[in-house]
């Protein structure tokens, strides 16, 4: 009983983990917030974008037909010949369906007639629901060919048929999937437990206030260099492995995507400085780190569905760094964008990492003026006491 004493002495002071708020956060955070996030159960409208080159009646009511589908949404049709591949950056789309050129006469003349769809297989499960819709309307479109016509399905040729095409990942190689979204996951998590500390150590040792007084926001932002180099080295390992020894697809330019680590990393870094700052020890401050990197992986992708999220969630979603990284892996290494077609995002990024860098200056200003203002205090204390 006085070892039971001792605990619940030591559970109550503050000196560790506040495990009685982390484990009600944890319970409330899954239950309410994860659940209205994910609350989608299927891919509903997932984004397909229409080459129509054919342009006529017919097509447009082939469109029309797919835009009435629950699981689809037309982004966007195109009457001219593009590269799909360019179509599926910045998970822009799901699918893009192809409709050739002469499509309505081969509807009305009974000749065979086929519609290619690529598909974005990045994750293989946001296109299970698209596929059995398309299928569906291909189906219903056949029966409606023989019941007008008066023909059976032999005499009616082979009517429409689905040409797809699977794009990135066509054989679901977990390197590419679930085992590259563990990678940033675990290597972003114990970088940020590896600073997230770093405010409240210094409070501890007794330097924090000579930080702040002789310091910047900028000499703060300098310790994470050594975390930081470490961590990029770290992920470059893991993805070198999986590229010799398993079957990681690597489409892209690798210069491309050390720089999209030169912006993340120092958001991430800086953003767990943030949270940690007004931890009472490294111990506590390690525990918010459930606050910013789990939110980012459930929502980035790896997990599960981008079009399974609702619209208002995948915006909210980059609030959380690690959101960003997922992109640029999946449109960097398994598209194979280049600079220039990630460019938007980067300069998304780049504002991003702006504010989160303004709100550490204002911080880091904030805590020297009370700091002077409270050794002004004690001098003062100190003074009236002489």
């Known amino acids: 009983m006085h070892s039971l004493k001792d605990e619940i002495e030591f559970f109550f002071s503050g000196r560790g983990m506040p495990y009685e708020k982390v484990s009600i956060m944890v319970a409330i955070v899954v239950t309410v917030f994860l659940g209205l996030l994910l609350g989608n159960n299927f891919a509903k409208n997932a984004n397909v974008t229409v080459i129509d080159l054919d342009n006529s009646k017919y097509s447009h009511e082939i469109i029309d037909e797919m835009s009435a589908s629950p699981f689809i949404k037309i982004k966007a049709v195109l009457n001219m010949p593009t590269d799909p591949k360019a179509l599926f ?13 002469d499509f309505e006469k081969n509807r009305y003349s009974q000749s065979a007639g086929s519609i290619g769809v690529f598909y974005d297989n990045t994750n293989s499960a946001q296109t299970a629901d698209l596929k059995g819709a398309l299928n569906k309307i291909i189906a219903i479109e056949n029966q409606k060919s023989m019941i007008e016509n008066s023909v059976t399905v032999a005499a009616a040729g082979a009517g429409l048929s689905l040409n797809d095409r699977e794009l ?37 040792e007794k330097k924090l206030g000579e930080e702040l007084i002789h310091g910047n926001p900028f000499s703060m932002i300098l310790r994470l260099l050594p975390y930081s180099g470490c961590f990029i080295v770290s992920l470059f390992v893991g993805m070198v492995i999986l590229r010799i020894f398993g079957d990681m697809t690597l489409a892209g330019n690798l210069f491309v995507f050390l720089l999209s680590l030169f912006f993340y990393v120092p958001a991430l870094g800086i953003i767990s400085l943030l949270f940690g700052w007004t931890s009472a020890n490294p111990g506590v401050a390690a525990s918010r780190m459930i606050l910013f990197i789990p939110a980012g992986f459930i929502l980035g992708g790896p997990t599960g569905p981008i079009p399974v999220l609702s619209e208002w969630v995948r915006i909210f979603s980059h609030v959380f760094p690690l959101t960003w990284e997922y992109h640029f892996t999946r449109d ?55």
């Open 89 to 101: 950056y910045r998970d822009q789309n799901v699918a893009v369906v192809y409709l050739p050129k």
């Open 168 to 204: 990135f990942n066509p054989v679901n190689s977990n390197s590419n999937g679930e085992v590259l979204g563990f990678l940033f996951f675990f290597s972003s998590m114990f970088f940020v437990f590896a600073t997230i500390g770093m405010v409240p150590r210094l409070r501890l």
């Open 332 to 386: 960097i290494l398994t598209r194979g964008a280049s600079l220039m077609d990630c460019s938007k995002e980067f300069g998304a990024l780049m504002l991003y990492l702006g504010v989160v860098a303004l709100v550490f200056c204002f911080c880091f200003y904030r805590a020297r003026v009370a700091f002077i203002k409270k050794k002004s205090s004690e001098k003062l204390l100190l003074t009236e006491g002489e």
